[in-house]
């Protein structure tokens, strides 16, 4: 067997150039990009954590919601509460007069809760003085009452809500709650204190009838007088333990 003569190693391959129109400097280092936030004017370089959820999609994690103006009132205005709204209705209830020029259907025409509630409760507090349990049972009367002369001025065709009654019927404690004391003072004298009481029930029915009736049902303004009548005179019944 003859052998074969030795084979020879490739030859190298020729070295290729290409040659291109402009240099390419491909020195330096790799640095990562310095993401900022802006929050309020302030930039704040983001944590490595921050920008991974971001280049993921799940960077509205990280947002924050801005404040809401609304969430920010004050607390009376958050509950609705308008003291001046309250002291002219009181002004309105307590001088029923027409003539003094007060514009008294704000009391019935703008219903509000907080200030019939504040007169029924101080109307309660100063019955404390007669007896104690009669602070929920008022309460429960101004409510179920109100319910009553609600469904009466139905009845007489009166364009009134519920709401509207419960504030009139609430305000016009007020009469009641001003002869409290005078009674404190002339309660021995039972003439003089009846008078006082006639005259006090007289008013608050009065000034409740002329808010919930309007100036074209003043012939149906007695028919509803007289229920409001007995019901304050059931409330001063509660106040005097008669």
């Given at each position: 067997?003859?052998r074969?003569w030795?084979?020879?190693?490739?030859?190298?391959?020729?070295?290729?150039?290409?040659?291109?129109p402009?240099?390419?400097?491909?020195?330096?280092?790799?640095t990562?990009?310095?993401?900022?936030?802006?929050l309020?004017?302030?930039?704040?370089?983001?944590?490595?954590?921050?920008?991974?959820?971001?280049?993921?999609g799940?960077g509205?994690?990280?947002e924050?919601?801005?404040?809401d103006?609304?969430?920010?009132?004050?607390?009376l205005?958050?509950?609705?509460?308008?003291?001046?709204?309250?002291?002219?209705?009181?002004?309105?209830?307590?001088?029923?007069?027409?003539?003094l020029?007060?514009?008294?259907?704000?009391v019935r025409?703008?219903?509000?809760?907080?200030g019939?509630?504040?007169v029924?409760?101080f109307?309660?507090?100063?019955?404390?003085?007669?007896?104690?349990?009669?602070?929920s049972?008022?309460?429960?009367?101004?409510?179920?009452?109100?319910?009553?002369?609600?469904?009466?001025?139905?009845?007489?065709?009166?364009?009134?809500?519920?709401?509207?009654?419960?504030?009139?019927?609430?305000?016009?404690?007020?009469?009641l709650?001003v002869?409290?004391?005078?009674?404190?003072?002339?309660g021995?004298?039972?003439?003089?204190?009846?008078?006082?009481?006639?005259?006090?029930?007289?008013?608050?029915?009065?000034?409740a009838?002329?808010?919930?009736v309007?100036?074209?049902?003043k012939?149906?303004?007695p028919?509803?007088?007289?229920?409001i009548?007995?019901?304050y005179?059931?409330?001063l019944?509660?106040?005097?333990?008669v």
């Amino acid at each position: 067997v003859t052998r074969p003569w030795p084979l020879s190693p490739p030859a190298p391959l020729a070295p290729v150039y290409i040659f291109l129109p402009f240099s390419l400097d491909l020195s330096g280092s790799i640095t990562t990009p310095d993401v900022k936030l802006n929050l309020g004017g302030e930039f704040i370089k983001e944590s490595t954590a921050t920008t991974f959820l971001r280049q993921r999609g799940y960077g509205w994690l990280l947002e924050v919601e801005d404040d809401d103006p609304e969430d920010n009132k004050p607390l009376l205005e958050e509950l609705d509460i308008d003291l001046k709204d309250i002291y002219y209705k009181i002004r309105c209830v307590l001088m029923p007069m027409p003539s003094l020029g007060f514009n008294r259907q704000v009391v019935r025409d703008n219903p509000d809760f907080w200030g019939p509630l504040a007169v029924v409760l101080f109307f309660s507090m100063i019955s404390l003085y007669g007896q104690f349990k009669v602070v929920s049972w008022i309460i429960t009367i101004w409510i179920f009452g109100s319910l009553t002369i609600f469904l009466l001025a139905r009845v007489l065709y009166l364009e009134v809500a519920y709401g509207q009654v419960l504030g009139v019927i609430g305000y016009s404690l007020l009469p009641l709650i001003v002869i409290a004391p005078v009674l404190l003072v002339v309660g021995s004298f039972e003439v003089v204190s009846t008078l006082i009481k006639l005259f006090g029930v007289f008013w608050a029915a009065y000034s409740a009838a002329s808010l919930l009736v309007g100036e074209e049902f003043k012939t149906k303004k007695p028919l509803l007088i007289y229920p409001i009548f007995l019901l304050y005179i059931y409330f001063l019944s509660l106040y005097t333990g008669v």
